[in-house]
Structure formats: C-alpha cells, structure tokens
C-alpha cells in the first residue's frame, strides 16, 4: 500500500476547521438565543465538514495501492470504535443532568429525543458515521473510475432533498428527523473532490481559490443571520451547507498546493489537525460545562472563550492519550 505524505498545510487545515467546529457548537445556545452575532458567526463554520470529507478524499485518493475493501475495513475501525465508546455516553448526559437535577438545557436536548437522534446518527459525533457511508458510497468508484460522476450525483442528490425539505417548509435536520443524513450527498461530491484533487491537482489559480473561500464563508454567514436573527423560514438552512461544499473543496485544493514551509507543523493550528479526531470526540465533554456554566449569557464572545478553553485542553488530552496504547484507539 502506498501511503499518503503528510502535508503541514492539511493539518493546519484540519487544525483551523476542528476550531470552526467547536466555535460552532458553542454558538448554538446564545444564536437561538437571539444574538444576532451568534448567528452570522454560526454560518462561518459550514466549510468545515466538507473540507474534512476533501481531505478524507485526498488521502484516500494518494493511497494508489490499498484495495477497496482494505481502505473501508481500516477506516471503520478508526471511525466506529470511538463512535461506540463515545456515543452512548453524550446520549445518556441530558438524560443525566435532569436526574442530578441540573438546570435548563438548550433547545433540543430534551433526554428522549436526544438519545434517538444520536443512536440514529446524529448528535455531536454525527460526522463518524457520516464519513464512513460517505466513504463506503465512494469506494466502488475509486480503483475504476477517474471523472465527475460521483461529486454531480452527490450533488444532484442534495438538490433534490433540498428541495423537498424547500417544498414542506423544512430544514435538513427536519427532513433528516434531527440527525444529519439529509446533508450526507453533499460529502459525497466532497470526498470526490477530494479524491480528484490528489490524482490530478486542481488548475484553478490560488486567488480563485481563496475568494471563492472566502465568499462562499461570508454568504453562509450571512444566509444564518437571516435565518435565525431575522426570522427567515426553516429551509433556508439548505443553502448554507451547498456554499460550504463549496468553500472546503476549495480551501482543500488551496492546502493540497501549498509549499511547505519550515515551522508549519508546529503552531497549535497544526497540533490540533494532526490529532483533530479526539479533539471531535472529546470536545462535547470539555464544552458542555462551560455552556451550562454560560447559559447563553455572553453572546459570542462568550462562545469565542469557551471555544479557545475546549480547543486547549481538548488537544492536550488528545496528544497524551495517542500516547497510550488502548486510549489512542478511541481517540
């Protein structure tokens, strides 16, 4: 099997976009609030999780040799285990914190509908189960297929759930029941991406590249503001995740082609993309107590410190468990 160079720009880049997680979910509380900041800060995170599924893809695509059924069996192992072992716990903690007799919890945290949604897929580790179909969906294609067909079926596909969820007034968490399969065909046509990119480099030029980052950012942050602070309609939530398959591939393609430069493994950015699976698992566990310690009081800023506090902490505990042989395999 041919593996895959390791590039600082990518971990720098799954270092920037595991930040823009955590700030996303610290969001939440204080944008359903009524923040108006939260909510345009909530829409600048949607390049994240396409820009992870870009990776997932350009990694896949670089290991020439690995059979299909090898590269899933090994990416199950490392996606489902800390799934099984983390899941079940954030499950059961709002069904805990009411027993204790805690206070009130954000809005969709109600214990019951909670553990369906996360045993269903969803919840804070939505991504875990989500990659691995994503992957699975694109493994039949990798070794005999080298065009487009899988990202445009991706996208076809989300297009035509969109405008379901459009045609009955939902957003895609509605139409996907609180979990997040609805968004799924999109990863697809990221993977693709992804996988694209790394056996032929994209030939758009950087600027291109950067502004449409950029752009596709500012919009997304812009369409939640009108959602959430301005009272738009539930399915205007489409279009935010569509704007960011956008941005990530482009900030893949950005990362992909980036010289290397002498000390861009060794900022925090970098550690924390190089160990960014535990900083997702692990992150619920340090945010969660510094939510219902701010209970939406603060705003964003409020959102910018218990984000910078959960990354810290969550990448040292990251790092020392890789250390540890059983840890390392949950993390």
Known sequence: MTRAVRRPALDVLKG??????VLNHALVWPMRSGDQASALLYGTAFWTVAAYTAVA??????????????ALARRARQLLTPWVFWAPLYAAAPLVWRLIGGGELPIGFAPREWFVAVALGGGPLWF???????????????????????ALLGVGAYGALAALGVA???GPLALGSGTFWAVAPLYVAAFWCGVRFARRPASIGQGALAWTAAVTTLASGAVTYARYAAGGPHWLMWVPYALGLAGGCALLALAAGASAAPDAGRGLLARAGRV???VYVLHPAFLAPAELVLHGRGGAMGALVATALTVVLAVVVAEWARRRPVLCRVM
Do not use: K, M, N, Y
Request: one cysteine or more.
């Open 16 to 21: 920037a976009a595991i930040v823009f997680v």
């Open 57 to 70: 893809g350009w990694v896949r695509g670089t290991r020439v040799s690995e059979p299909s059924g090898a």
């Open 128 to 150: 875990l189960p989500v990659l691995l179909v994503v992957q699975a969906v694109c493994e039949p294609w990798v070794e005999r297929h080298d065009g487009w067909a899988p």
């Open 168 to 170: 009955r007034g939902e």
């Open 276 to 278: 960014s699976l535990g």
